[in-house]
C-alpha cells in the first residue's frame, strides 16, 4: 500500500512558495532598495545554483563577515538551500579572532563586504580551507579586486534553475559563534528543524503573520536579530533592514512603512526614547517592542510603557535555544520578571548538585525547547557539561545564569553564575546593586563587578556612566547607594567611564571589566 513521506519543509521551502503564490509582494527592504518575493528567491537560486557549481557539498560551511544588506541575506539563504552550513561573524572581531573561528569552523568559502575585505587580506595565509576560488566580495564593484570574486558578477553569471538539494530536518543550518562574554567562543549548531521550529514559535507568540512589517536593527550576524529574520521570511511578512541603527532614522522607519514589529536591545530603546522629537512620530502601528539581548532594567521598561503605550515584551534567552518572555499584559504586576517559557518550553532551576530547587529559591536556569542547539561544534566536553536531564531522560541546557522562580511562575534574573560575586562567603548578585545605583538621577547607566578584596576576598565595585552635564562624585554616589543597600551589598566604591565595552547586542562585557583588576592579583 502506497503511504505519504511525511514532508520536511525548510525555511527556504516557504520563501520559495512566497516566491510562486505571493511574488509581487514585498519581501525585503533596504535603504532605497525593495525587494519582492519572486527576486528575492532568485537571488538566492542564484547563489544556491553558484556555490554547487564551485564545489560545495552539502554541510560545508560558509562564513560571511558583512554589515546588514539585502546580499547578506541572499548569501545566508543561499547557502542553506544548498545544504551548506551559514557562518555569520562578527564585524567588530579583530584579524585573528575572525581567523580563529574561520579555521575552527573548517569553512570553504567566505563572502566578505568590501569594507572589510583587507582584514581578510592580512589573515589570508592563515586560513587553512579557503581556496582561492573560495574568497568572494561583496560591494564597491568599480574597484580592482585581487584574488577577489567580485559577488554581483558572480552572482548575475549563475542560474536561477537551482539544483533540488534534499534537506532534512537533521541537516545543519548554521554554525553562530557565542560571544566569548564567559570565555573562548564556541561554534554553537542548529539545525534546519530546530530552525524552522524557532520560526513557527516566534511566529506563534509575536503574532507574526502576511501583514506584518518587522524591522531589524541589529547585526544579523547576531543570533538575537534572527527574532525578527526567521519568522518574517517563514511566514512570509516584510522584514525591514537597518544597514546601520539610528534612533531617528528607525522613528522614520515605522512612521514611513507602518512597522509592526520591532526588536531593540535596551540600549537602543533609550536613545530612541531620548530623541527629542520622539513625540512627533506616528508610532500606532508597532504592535510589538521586543527587548532582549541585556538586561531590561524596570525603570526602562516602565518608561518604554509609557512612552509607547503597550506592546512591550521582554524575552530572556540563549543563541543555544531557549527563552522565556513577559507579555504585556504581564509587564505591571511582574515588573522586574522575564516571564515564563515560550511555547512548547520548560524551564526549571537547579541546585549545585543537580536537585531542582524550590520556588522562591535561587538555583541556576536550565531549559528545553524544540528550538535547542545540536551542541558545540568540535567540543563534545563542553556540550555535555551543558547538559541536564530531567527524570524522564529530556536534556535541558545549562545556561549558566542564576535565577528563581515566584510562585506564579514568572522567572527573575538573579545574576550570571560567573558574574555573582562571593564576599565573605555570601553570594551578592549584582544585577540587585545594579537596580539601585540605577535610581540615582544622575546615573546614566551602571555595571557592578567583583574586585579583589583582603579580608572579604572579593568585594562589589560600581562602574558608572554620568549623564550629560552632572557633576555627581564618587563618594556622593557611593553614600547614596550604600544607604539603600543590604549590609552585604554595599560597594567598595564608585569608578566613572565613559562607556562599557559591549557585545554585538549590548550585554556589557563584565569579563573584560573584571580582568585588570584580577591581573593586578596575580
Same mark, same amino acid.
Given at each position: 500500500?502506497?503511504?505519504?513521506?511525511?514532508?520536511?519543509?525548510?525555511?527556504?521551502?516557504?520563501?520559495?512558495?512566497?516566491?510562486?503564490? *505571493?511574488?509581487?509582494?514585498?519581501?525585503?527592504?533596504?535603504?532605497?532598495?525593495?525587494?519582492?518575493?519572486?527576486?528575492?528567491?532568485?537571488?538566492?537560486? *542564484?547563489?544556491?545554483?553558484?556555490?554547487?557549481?564551485?564545489?560545495?557539498?552539502?554541510?560545508?560551511?560558509?562564513?560571511?563577515?558583512?554589515?546588514?544588506?539585502?546580499?547578506?541575506?541572499?548569501?545566508?539563504?543561499?547557502?542553506?538551500?544548498?545544504?551548506?552550513? =551559514?557562518?555569520?561573524? &562578527?564585524?567588530?572581531?579583530?584579524?585573528?579572532?575572525?581567523?580563529?573561528?574561520?579555521?575552527?569552523?573548517?569553512?570553504?568559502?567566505?563572502?566578505?563586504?568590501?569594507? /572589510?575585505?583587507?582584514?581578510?587580506?592580512?589573515?589570508?595565509?592563515?586560513?587553512?580551507?579557503?581556496?582561492?576560488?573560495? /574568497?568572494?566580495?561583496?560591494?564597491?564593484?568599480?574597484?580592482?579586486?585581487?584574488?577577489?570574486?567580485?559577488?554581483?558578477?558572480?552572482?548575475?553569471?549563475?542560474?536561477?534553475?537551482?539544483?533540488?538539494?534534499?534537506?532534512?530536518?537533521?541537516?545543519?543550518?548554521?554554525?553562530?559563534?557565542?560571544?566569548?562574554?564567559?570565555?573562548?567562543?564556541?561554534?554553537?549548531?542548529?539545525?534546519?528543524?530546530?530552525?524552522?521550529?524557532?520560526?513557527?514559535?516566534?511566529?506563534?507568540?509575536?503574532?507574526?503573520?502576511?501583514?506584518?512589517?518587522?524591522?531589524?536593527?541589529?547585526?544579523?550576524?547576531?543570533?538575537?536579530?534572527? =527574532?525578527?529574520?526567521?519568522?518574517?521570511?517563514?511566514?512570509?511578512?516584510?522584514?525591514?533592514?537597518?544597514?546601520?541603527?539610528?534612533?531617528?532614522?528607525?522613528?522614520?522607519?515605522?512612521?514611513?512603512? !507602518?512597522?509592526?514589529?520591532?526588536?531593540?536591545?535596551?540600549?537602543?530603546?533609550?536613545?530612541?526614547?531620548?530623541?527629542?522629537?520622539?513625540?512627533?512620530?506616528?508610532?500606532?502601528?508597532?504592535?510589538?517592542?521586543?527587548?532582549?539581548?541585556?538586561?531590561?532594567?524596570?525603570?526602562?521598561?516602565?518608561?518604554?510603557?509609557?512612552?509607547?503605550?503597550?506592546?512591550?515584551?521582554?524575552?530572556?534567552?540563549?543563541?543555544?535555544?531557549?527563552?522565556?518572555?513577559?507579555?504585556?499584559?504581564?509587564?505591571?504586576?511582574?515588573?522586574?520578571?522575564?516571564?515564563?517559557?515560550?511555547?512548547?518550553?520548560?524551564?526549571?532551576?537547579?541546585?549545585?548538585?543537580?536537585?531542582?530547587?524550590?520556588?522562591?529559591?535561587?538555583?541556576?536556569?536550565?531549559?528545553?525547547?524544540?528550538?535547542?542547539? !545540536?551542541?558545540?561544534?568540535?567540543?563534545?566536553?563542553?556540550?555535555?557539561?551543558?547538559?541536564?536531564?530531567?527524570?524522564?531522560?529530556?536534556?535541558?541546557?545549562?545556561?549558566?545564569?542564576?535565577?528563581?522562580?515566584?510562585?506564579?511562575?514568572?522567572?527573575?534574573?538573579?545574576?550570571?553564575?560567573?558574574?555573582? =560575586?562571593?564576599?565573605?562567603?555570601?553570594?551578592? /548578585?549584582?544585577?540587585?546593586?545594579?537596580?539601585?545605583?540605577? *535610581?540615582?538621577?544622575?546615573?546614566?547607566?551602571?555595571?557592578?563587578?567583583?574586585?579583589?578584596?583582603?579580608?572579604?576576598?572579593?568585594?562589589?565595585?560600581?562602574?558608572?556612566?554620568?549623564?550629560?552635564?552632572?557633576?555627581? &562624585?564618587?563618594?556622593?554616589?557611593?553614600?547614596?547607594?550604600?544607604? *539603600?543597600?543590604?549590609?552585604?551589598?554595599?560597594?567598595?566604591?564608585?569608578?566613572?567611564?565613559?562607556?562599557?565595552?559591549?557585545?554585538?547586542?549590548?550585554?556589557?562585557?563584565?569579563?573584560?571589566?573584571?580582568?585588570?583588576?584580577?591581573?593586578?592579583?596575580?
Amino acid at each position: 500500500m502506497n503511504t505519504f513521506e511525511t514532508p520536511f519543509i525548510s525555511i527556504t521551502d516557504a520563501i520559495a512558495s512566497h516566491a510562486k503564490w *505571493r511574488p509581487d509582494r514585498t519581501a525585503l527592504v533596504c535603504g532605497d532598495q525593495r525587494l519582492k518575493w519572486r527576486d528575492f528567491n532568485q537571488a538566492i537560486d *542564484r547563489v544556491t545554483s553558484g556555490l554547487i557549481k564551485g564545489g560545495l557539498r552539502k554541510g560545508d560551511k560558509v562564513c560571511v563577515l558583512m554589515v546588514n544588506s539585502i546580499e547578506m541575506l541572499e548569501i545566508m539563504m543561499g547557502t542553506v538551500k544548498a545544504g551548506g552550513v =551559514i557562518v555569520p561573524l &562578527s564585524v567588530m572581531l579583530t584579524a585573528e579572532s575572525l581567523a580563529t573561528m574561520i579555521n575552527d569552523s573548517d569553512s570553504r568559502f567566505i563572502f566578505v563586504g568590501a569594507q /572589510f575585505a583587507p582584514v581578510i587580506d592580512s589573515i589570508r595565509r592563515d586560513l587553512l580551507n579557503i581556496t582561492c576560488e573560495g /574568497f568572494f566580495v561583496v560591494g564597491d564593484e568599480t574597484a580592482n579586486w585581487i584574488d577577489w570574486i567580485d559577488y554581483q558578477g558572480w552572482r548575475n553569471q549563475c542560474t536561477d534553475a537551482a539544483p533540488q538539494v534534499r534537506l532534512t530536518p537533521e541537516d545543519d543550518f548554521n554554525l553562530i559563534y557565542s560571544s566569548g562574554t564567559t570565555g573562548t567562543p564556541k561554534g554553537i549548531a542548529h539545525t534546519h528543524y530546530a530552525r524552522q521550529q524557532t520560526a513557527y514559535i516566534l511566529a506563534i507568540e509575536f503574532g507574526f503573520d502576511l501583514n506584518s512589517i518587522a524591522v531589524v536593527t541589529t547585526p544579523l550576524f547576531a543570533n538575537g536579530t534572527w =527574532i525578527m529574520m526567521l519568522p518574517s521570511l517563514t511566514v512570509g511578512s516584510t522584514l525591514v533592514v537597518m544597514p546601520q541603527f539610528d534612533p531617528k532614522k528607525f522613528l522614520d522607519i515605522v512612521e514611513r512603512e !507602518r512597522a509592526t514589529h520591532t526588536f531593540m536591545v535596551p540600549t537602543q530603546y533609550i536613545m530612541t526614547m531620548d530623541v527629542p522629537e520622539f513625540e512627533r512620530f506616528a508610532l500606532s502601528s508597532l504592535k510589538v517592542l521586543l527587548s532582549a539581548g541585556a538586561p531590561l532594567r524596570a525603570d526602562t521598561k516602565a518608561r518604554m510603557l509609557r512612552m509607547f503605550g503597550g506592546g512591550v515584551f521582554e524575552l530572556y534567552g540563549l543563541t543555544e535555544g531557549i527563552a522565556t518572555r513577559l507579555r504585556p499584559e504581564e509587564m505591571e504586576s511582574k515588573l522586574s520578571s522575564v516571564g515564563t517559557t515560550i511555547v512548547g518550553g520548560d524551564i526549571r532551576l537547579i541546585d549545585d548538585g543537580g536537585k531542582e530547587a524550590q520556588r522562591g529559591e535561587a538555583g541556576e536556569i536550565v531549559g528545553y525547547s524544540s528550538g535547542l542547539m !545540536r551542541g558545540y561544534y568540535k567540543k563534545p566536553e563542553e556540550t555535555s557539561a551543558a547538559v541536564w536531564k530531567d527524570e524522564a531522560g529530556r536534556t535541558y541546557l545549562r545556561t549558566g545564569d542564576i535565577g528563581k522562580l515566584d510562585e506564579d511562575g514568572f522567572l527573575y534574573i538573579l545574576d550570571r553564575k560567573k558574574d555573582m =560575586i562571593l564576599s565573605g562567603g555570601v553570594n551578592v /548578585f549584582p544585577k540587585d546593586i545594579e537596580e539601585i545605583v540605577a *535610581r540615582h538621577p544622575e546615573v546614566a547607566d551602571v555595571a557592578v563587578i567583583g574586585v579583589p578584596h583582603e579580608k572579604w576576598g572579593e568585594t562589589p565595585l560600581a562602574l558608572v556612566i554620568r549623564r550629560s552635564g552632572t557633576s555627581l &562624585s564618587t563618594g556622593e554616589l557611593t553614600l547614596w547607594a550604600n544607604d *539603600r543597600l543590604a549590609k552585604h551589598q554595599r560597594i567598595t566604591g564608585v569608578e566613572f567611564r565613559d562607556e562599557l565595552p559591549r557585545n554585538a547586542l549590548g550585554k556589557v562585557l563584565k569579563k573584560e571589566l573584571r580582568e585588570p583588576y584580577w591581573r593586578k592579583e596575580g
